[in-house]
């Protein structure tokens, strides 16, 4: 299996700040991560899929970046609706999460 | 736009089968372009991909529960269910069904079901 080692494990950061949360795949995996966004007691939402195309809906806040075994999801200027738990995803092989970033506002 | 729904018992005792069904509305689970997947999230924890059906049938699992798991596709109902056998503690989690987009190497889930809790208790 091909694991994603997501971090940080969680962050704390103020209205306005620009947010950067790194997946690292085990091994080279071209573009195939995804990016969830799941607020709490919901289900997860995607946000990015092929490591940076932004979903239709979704705020420009958010942007993907990265290919081979190193991918981010940068959130430019956080606000407080983006409290949530992030998590990465590889489709390289058979379906693998990241452990989660957890996102709180300072 | 199409939505997902998961259905089945919130409570399961130890050893015994969880069954559970998705029901698509909003679209056909016969289209071409997508696979059906469920993933699951222990309480407090994170996700865990169980397994994929596409509409013919074909079936990829998870390595770690493939022993338990059963994933089957009723076209006529729209309908795809999941059967995960000797269930114990470890299995209480909330289980969510999606759409899987799936071309080459890319695949996401999107959208997913609310999601449905199961503990495994006697």
């Given amino acids: ?106 | 736009q199409l939505q997902l729904q998961e259905s089945g018992p919130g409570l399961v005792k130890p050893s015994e089968t969880l069954s559970l069904t998705c029901t698509v509305s909003g679209g056909s689970i016969s289209s071409t372009s997508y696979y059906w997947g469920w993933i699951r999230q222990p309480p407090g924890k994170g996700l865990e991909w169980i397994g994929t059906i596409y509409f013919s049938g074909s079936t990829y699992y998870n390595p770690s529960l493939k022993s338990r798991v059963t994933i089957s596709v009723d076209t006529s109902k729209n309908q795809f269910s999941l059967k995960l056998s000797s269930m114990t503690a470890a299995d209480t989690a909330v289980y969510y069904c999606a759409r899987l987009p799936w071309n080459d190497n890319l695949a996401w889930f999107d959208p997913w079901g609310q999601g449905t809790l199961v503990t495994v208790s006697s």
Avoid: H
């Fill in chain 1, 1 to 106: 299996d091909i694991q994603m080692t997501q971090s940080p494990s969680s962050l704390s950061a103020s209205v306005g700040d620009r947010v950067t949360i790194t997946c690292r795949a085990s091994q080279s995996i071209s573009s195939a991560v995804n990016w969830y966004q799941q607020k709490p007691g919901k289900a997860p939402k995607l946000l990015i899929s092929a490591a940076s195309s932004l979903q239709s809906g979704v705020s420009s806040r958010f942007s993907g970046g990265g290919y081979g075994t190193d991918f981010t999801l940068t959130i430019s200027s956080l606000q407080p609706e983006d409290l949530a738990t992030y998590y990465c995803q590889q489709s390289y092989s058979t379906p693998v999460f990241g452990g989660g970033t957890k996102v709180k506002i300072k």
